[in-house]
């Protein structure tokens, strides 16, 4: 893989540099699928600005929003093969080389942002996944910030577990959404995020689900009449590096990548928060009922998905749910 992707045309792939980053001594180079509009490119904004402004202009940070450079899985390829600096990931996304690493994605798995973090930095688990993606992928785990919880919308109300029963609720197709369908009793479809908006407005679906940001900058208020706090599965993302890039740099700018993530990571979290205390508000003007159903019944639906994981994980899959546990 890296071998391949050291062949890539630097020039074809990141374009021309600027007069003032040619003025830099480290030309470094971020890629992410989110758009301009975005709270992760807002965030990635302030991690370029506080690059440059705490290495005194030696570390120019150019941003490729809008999946220029592919998907987040592609880009972690790239960063992986020293081909791009920096990037985003959830840290379930590492079970494509870790399966154990999928435990961040389980239905009620992880009870708040806080408990990920003690997950991910605090745990033996948590340790060996960023070990693992350090040593066998080259990646480097800066920071991690809060990207919002998935919430559920539907044409009907949900106020318990037995409303969701055959509700056609679109997910991705990713295994944990699609497990949270199944095991609350709806009928799982996978379809592209891009047409969801349509699938809704025509009741092709019946439900979605996404973190709140997701719901409002989508406008799938405008065709889903109530949301349902269902808190099922916390999203993440990594502040992620080339190790070949770590190495490359002096001691002293390697500390100011570091710091600078970790303060990016603070601003990232920050964003989704204060977003989300006001979200609720909005979507009841706009004439959306909010539900909050006992969520005890959802999370005690899923235990088949977590004797699965273990199934499959053995004793590592175990292990990761004990010490996830342990920390709650």
Do not use: C, W
């Not at 154990?100 to 996944?129: C, W």
């Not at 037995?162 to 959404?177: E, F, G, I, T, Y």
């Amino acid at each position: 893989m890296k071998k391949g992707l050291k062949v890539l045309g630097l020039g074809m792939l990141f374009g021309v540099m600027t007069t003032a980053a040619l003025a830099a001594e480290y030309n470094l180079k971020m890629g992410m699928t989110p758009g301009t509009a975005q709270n992760e490119y807002k965030a990635a904004e302030f991690f370029a600005k506080e690059l440059k402004e705490k290495s005194n202009g030696k570390i120019e940070l150019a941003l490729y929003p809008n999946g220029q450079l592919g998907d987040d899985v592609s880009m972690l390829e790239q960063i992986s093969g020293g081909v791009l600096d920096f990037g985003f990931l959830e840290m379930a996304r590492f079970n494509i080389y870790f399966p154990e690493a999928e435990a961040f994605s389980l239905p009620y798995m992880i009870n708040d942002f806080n408990h990920l973090q003690k997950v991910t930095f605090d745990t033996e688990f948590g340790r060996t996944i960023r070990e693992k993606a350090q040593n066998e992928l080259g990646v480097l785990v800066l920071a991690q910030g809060y990207n919002g919880t998935r919430q559920t919308t539907s044409n009907r109300a949900i106020n318990s577990l037995k409303d969701m029963k055959d509700l056609k609720l679109r997910v991705p197709n990713a295994s944990s959404n699609l497990d949270y369908a199944k095991y609350t009793g709806a009928a799982p479809t996978p379809m592209a995020f891009s047409e969801v908006y349509l699938a809704l407005q025509t009741n092709s679906v019946d439900g979605q689900e996404n973190p709140l940001s997701a719901i409002k900058a989508q406008k799938f208020y405008e065709v889903q009449p109530y949301l349902a706090m269902t808190n099922h599965i916390l999203n993440d993302q990594l502040y992620i590096m080339s190790a070949t890039t770590m190495e490359s740099l002096p001691e002293d700018l390697q500390q100011v990548v570091r710091d600078a993530a970790v303060e990016a990571a603070k601003y990232h979290t920050k964003l989704f928060v204060d977003e989300e205390a006001g979200l609720i508000e909005f979507f009841k003007q706009n004439k959306v009922t909010v539900t909050e159903p006992n969520l005890d019944e959802f999370r005690a639906a899923m235990k088949p998905v977590y004797d699965k994981y273990i199934a499959k994980n053995k004793e590592a899959g175990k292990k990761a749910i004990e010490e996830i546990n342990s920390v709650r």
